[in-house]
């Protein structure tokens, strides 16, 4: 094949294959916080950011951007874009200093079975060239920029999770890409799948991020994850009587006999009266579960010829 016709086999090769990528419908991105409100240090407000994330969003190829007025069965994604802050800062052993700009990127879809909702973060950074206001507008724009397309592809990686199957992503646990891994490790977890009780145990180790632990938290407790009891138990020791009652809850969410243990434990000795109440609640209710749990099981078998 010469060079010329094998060229352009490749760029219409490499065209299919984009077009065949499946595009997400997204409604108007909607804007949150005081950051975006006449930046000084962007030099722009709102409609810039709006702007330049839709640039974003339509380069990437895997969104398509569609009007307030869409059909139910559509079901556009809705976009809210948080810039949580723009800053400068100084790097050990570099004469520049960098502007950082952080997002956090939310996805939410109704009209399904229930509600969808998933969020993406990014960290963009650009280093300032120029000591001046015009310069360090430049680094912050580019840095700004550069985190729009992090998240806009953070975000397309997590909904492309979700049309995967469960072995594709038990692979993708193995990936060398960290986003891909957390990605299969959510769509997993809200699965159910039991390949994400391990590895959801693990991260309770790292207390370091209490949003994070509070999340893998609440997926074990959705998961009904009866081996992450022991852990939870282990996780409560000194921990102050506000977190202690959310890991109570979430141990009576999981249930099991080494749950009611615990729990009734609690109920009966812990120190705190608001402790011991939340564990008699979360007690009450896992007794509750239970009998009507049993009760359908007796219907059901009553019912059978």
């Not at 005081?34 to 000084?40: H, P, S």
């Not at 960098?98 to 280093?127: I, K």
Request: proline share 6%; charged share 25%; hydrophobic share 40%.
């Amino acid at each position: 094949m010469k060079p010329a016709l094998l060229l352009t086999s490749c760029v219409l090769l490499l065209g299919a294959c984009r077009s065949q990528a499946p595009r997400y419908p997204v409604a108007p991105v909607e804007l949150s916080g005081d950051t975006v409100q006449d930046n000084a240090l962007l030099g722009f407000g709102p409609d810039g950011v709006r702007e330049l994330f839709s640039d974003a969003l339509e380069t990437s190829g895997r969104f398509e951007l569609v009007g307030d007025e869409v059909p139910k069965k559509a079901r556009p994604w809705r976009l809210s874009l948080e810039v949580p802050f723009t800053r400068e800062v100084l790097k050990d052993g570099n004469p520049h200093s960098f502007a950082e700009v952080g997002a956090n990127l939310s996805l939410e879809r109704f009209g399904g079975a229930m509600p969808q909702r998933y969020e993406v973060v990014g960290l963009g950074e650009a280093p300032v060239q120029e000591d001046s206001q015009e310069g360090r507008r430049a680094a912050m724009r580019a840095a700004l920029e550069s985190v729009l397309r992090q998240v806009t592809e953070s975000a397309s990686m997590q909904l492309a999770a979700l049309e995967r199957t469960d072995e594709a992503l038990v692979a993708d646990l193995r990936a060398a890409d960290a986003r891909m891994r957390e990605f299969a490790l959510r769509t997993l977890a809200e699965r159910k799948h039991p390949a994400a009780a391990p590895l959801l145990i693990e991260r309770l180790k790292d207390t370091s991020d209490a949003d994070a632990v509070r999340r893998t938290i609440g997926a074990l407790a959705e998961m009904k994850a009866k081996s992450a009891v022991p852990a939870l138990i282990d996780l409560a020791r000194g921990r102050d009587s506000s977190f202690l009652q959310e890991i109570v809850f979430a141990v009576g969410e999981i249930g099991g006999p080494e749950a009611e243990a615990y729990l009734y434990t609690v109920a009966q000795g812990h120190d705190t009266p608001s402790v011991q109440a939340a564990a008699q609640q979360a007690l009450d209710t896992l007794y509750a579960s239970r009998n009507h749990a049993t009760v359908e099981a007796r219907g059901q078998g009553h019912a059978d010829p």
